[in-house]
């Protein structure tokens, strides 16, 4: 409980910065429980995916295009059990168990806290088949999955090349891909080949000569090729793809200036509501490199940054 002006206040525990900042910077402290409008639902935070896009707007890198208040509790993706609804939020009922990429237009209360107010329109059902920690990995990495190949229409019979494939995005676009039917090629370090493997895709080595190992897997070219790290990804993409244009990146939206296509994730209970029935069909599981409780949130950030992590990094809140 806070107290304010003698009157009781129900409160939160709640990683902040108070200005942009880094790993360092981010505190743990008591907040006031988030206000919840009408189409909106409480939820009871049981873990809190990490991204990159989460130390990138803590450090200021987003603010031409979104703005931040502080202080800032970071964290889109979420897993929890509804707390309270808004009056107008049907949807869900107190207890039921739910997934969420609480995205809003502007960043200040997210989801490294115990309770997060979240809009209808961010959330769907948690999957049973996953745990709390490998459901809370799913929103922003799976929808950038699914959304991107979606977007590129990949179905029955294509081959894929996915840069980045034992990555947070990367494995979750090499389930979904091979649950509809598609061929996966994905680059990876050789420590993780036998991971993808395990996940459905042929793996190759990144790097010099990239291109001709694709092409000794895929002599014909391949149909469509998803950059999800940077780099070179774009421009070997092209040398091997049948059409130049079926290039996506989430990283580089230069992609648009070379013919293809930049995807930058959107909140969708549709799509996310997909995701959940895959995982729940065995079609797709969520693997988490690493879960650290909310007052380690900063080694959680460092983790993040170093781009070694195979799989997701998770905030254990409860």
Known sequence: MIFSGGEVVRGMKAIVLNEYGGPDDLTLTDL??????????????KAAG????????GAGYLDP???AHFPLVPGWDVAGVVERTGPDAKEFAPGDEVIGYVRKDWAQNGTYAE?????VRTLARKPAALSWQQAAGLPLAGLTAY??????????????LIHAAAGGVGSLAVQIAAAWGARVIGTASERNHDFLRELGAEPVVYGEGLADRVRELAPGGVDAAFDFVGGESIDVSQQVLKD???VLSIV???VMAKGGHYLFVRPDPADLAALADLADAGKLTVGVDRAVPLAETAEAWRLSQSGRTRGKVVIDVS
């Open 32 to 45: 006031p429980e988030p206000k919840v409008g009408p189409d909106a639902i409480l939820v009871r935070v």
């Open 50 to 57: 990490v991204n990159p896009v989460d130390w990138k707007v």
């Open 65 to 67: 295009v979104l703005d």
């Open 115 to 119: 309770l997060v107010a979240a809009p």
């Open 147 to 160: 959304q991107s190949l979606k977007r590129l229409g990949v179905g029955e019979g294509d081959t894929v």
């Open 244 to 246: 130049s244009t079926r």
């Open 252 to 254: 580089d939206a230069e």
